[in-house]
């Protein structure tokens, strides 16, 4: 079998620079080696309804947008299968299948769900004025995002380093379909940013993860000044009140961020008193230097990464309909895939009743008179 890359979104909102770092540039860099045999990103509109069913109407408005993040930043539908996560039923029916072979206790111990409940406000107690019930969906999510991996008999994942007890979870379910039926489905293994600040990558207040709920994000859609403005109001060392005082790195976003997207000839392209981050941090450290100019610098090198991201962006707003093609052809062509897995699945659970001719055979000898 060829290795086969699966990695989606759920469309809850814009796409931001932690997206961008954290996946969609090693996406777009993936897909130009062909070192995988086929990639597949989806628009996961199911997963987003687990905490947004009362808001439907976010999630339509919202594949828009992430489907014009993903053209613009430069993922090919020539290259990349994009589809729609609810426009493939078969992962329902995996879903399903799924939810037997894992226990309520297994969920509950999953990292990445509890996080996610308590940043949501979800507990799994009774529901009172000030705490939401925890939705059924929500929190059996994990085993939705199996169903999504091994639907495409998905090698490798792209995502984020919170999201690895994610990628055991599924690995376990594989282990036990596996086991219990017959060896149908594949392991998935975890690809990670090989830069460790891309892997979680902080909001311009400092928060350790830039996050559409908690306002914090700078998004790939911003135009060029909403992005200045942001830069300029980011967080960075408290305590360097005056130039000549010495400064923090180490937590300090406009250094982090810089880290994720200096480039080898971005200093004598924008900065060329300096030859390298390094030395940049040095001063810094030693006192002498201000934040504003780490941050113009910071502006420039941000402007040259998403000013190619922004003319793809206006030239796709122009075909919407087109998009929706891509879309469309893109689900058509993952729904057949994930069709030809549930059959294996079926067959080896012995659920395929009308394919099994010796069966139905077997069963008329026996009960003929």
Not at 148 to 172: H, N, W, Y
Not at 187 to 193: C, F, K, Q, R
Request: glycine share 6%; aromatic share 10%.
């Amino acid at each position: 079998m060829g290795r086969i890359i699966l990695t989606g979104d759920r469309p809850t909102g814009k796409l931001h620079l932690g997206h961008y770092v954290g996946s969609l540039r090693n996406r777009v860099i993936i897909q130009n080696t062909w070192e995988y045999d086929r990639m597949f990103v989806f628009i996961a509109d199911v997963q987003a309804l687990t905490d947004n069913a009362d808001n439907p109407e976010k999630v339509r408005q919202n594949i828009i947008e992430v489907a014009l993040d993903y053209l613009s930043c430069g993922l090919d539908p020539s290259k990349v299968t994009i589809f729609i996560q609810s426009m493939i039923p078969e992962l329902h029916e995996m879903t399903q299948f799924f939810s037997n072979l894992v226990t309520v206790q297994r969920l509950q111990r999953n990292p990445t769900v509890k996080s996610e409940m308590a940043q949501r406000g979800f507990h799994d107690g009774a529901e009172d004025d000030n705490r939401r019930g925890l939705p059924v969906g929500f929190f059996t999510y994990p085993i939705s995002q199996a169903a999504d991996i091994c639907a495409f008999k998905s090698t490798t994942v792209p995502v984020g380093a919170d999201q690895e007890p994610m990628l055991e979870q599924c690995r376990e379910i594989v282990r036990s379909f596996n086991t219990t039926y017959a060896p149908v489905l594949v392991e998935p293994e975890i690809y990670l940013p090989a830069n460790m600040v891309c892997r979680r990558l902080p909001g311009t207040d400092g928060k350790a993860k830039m996050s559409k709920s908690l306002g914090n994000c700078i998004y790939l859609s911003d135009d060029p000044k909403e992005m200045e403005a942001k830069v300029k109001s980011m967080f960075t060392d408290p305590g360097h009140l005056r130039v000549e005082d010495p400064g923090k790195v180490e937590g300090n976003c406009v250094f982090t961020y810089l880290d994720a997207f200096v480039e080898p000839g971005d200093f004598e392209k924008f900065w060329p008193d300096y030859a390298s981050l390094d030395e940049v941090k040095d001063h810094y450290r030693r006192g002498g230097l201000g934040d504003m100019k780490c941050k113009k610098f910071l502006i420039s090198v941000l402007h040259d990464r998403l000013q190619p991201i922004r003319e793809r962006r206006h030239f796709w707003e122009q075909d919407i309909p087109g998009v929706y093609e891509i879309l469309r052809k893109g689900s058509e062509a993952a729904r057949e895939v994930a069709a030809a897995t549930l059959h294996e699945m079926k067959d080896a659970m012995k659920i395929n009743y009308f394919d099994d001719a010796a069966l139905i055979a077997e069963q008329a000898a026996a009960y003929k008179a």
